[in-house]
């Protein structure tokens, strides 16, 4: 896998929830960090995505912000 975003978290697959359109898909990176993201269904079914599959958490933003008590 080639891409161009720096920040490619691989982890398992701990949780999908389907809805009408999108998935919610949980992905364990370790050590008590887990990351959700929202994709289409198509996308879930295009993948092969499945409780207990390796996957990529992948970031590609141009800014990030940090906030703090």
């Not at 999908?16 to 996308?43: C, P, R």
């Amino acid at each position: 896998m080639k891409i161009s975003a720096r920040n490619k978290l691989a982890g398992t697959v701990v949780g999908i929830e389907k809805d009408s359109v999108n998935s919610t898909v949980q992905i364990d990176l370790g050590g008590a960090v887990i990351v959700t993201a929202m994709i289409t269904n198509a996308s879930v079914e295009e993948m092969g995505l499945e409780i207990g599959k390796t996957a990529y958490a992948i970031v590609k933003a141009s800014d990030v912000m940090v906030g703090a008590d």
